[in-house]
Nanobody
């Protein structure tokens, strides 16, 4: 069983919305930052968002977003699943989106411990 399994990708028109989900299994989600990478055709995989607790005993959470996504994408999570709500989608958002768990802070991703298999998001009219 894969540690991270994504769902929610698909085809959407420009300006539309999609919500990605990533279910975690086999490890304690709260121990890691968790979030999303994406890889567009012909481009490198880039870390675009993450959410993490300030400490294992804390409920305070911090989020990171790539500058190109701020205001359009929102990441959230519960004990077993992380979500990414994507609004005002653009054709440039077309990519394979990968869920990831590892180390991330306010400056972005540092290390990935677990990867999901990826889900395709296509934004086109």
């Amino acid at each position: 069983q894969l540690p991270l399994v994504e769902s929610g990708g698909g085809l959407e028109q420009p300006g539309g919305s999609l919500r990605l989900s990533c279910a975690a299994s086999g490890f304690t989600l709260w121990y890691y930052a968790i979030g999303w990478f994406r890889q567009a055709p012909g481009k490198e995989r880039e870390g675009i968002s993450c959410i993490y607790s300030t400490s294992i005993s804390s409920t305070d959470e911090i989020t990171y977003y790539a500058d190109s996504l701020k205001g359009r994408f929102t990441i959230s999570r519960n004990s077993a699943t992380v979500y990414q709500q994507m609004n005002s989608l653009k054709p440039d958002d077309t990519a394979v989106y990968y869920c990831a768990a590892g180390d991330c802070d306010g400056d972005g991703w540092k290390r990935v411990v677990y990867w999901g298999q990826g889900t395709q998001v296509t934004v086109s009219s």
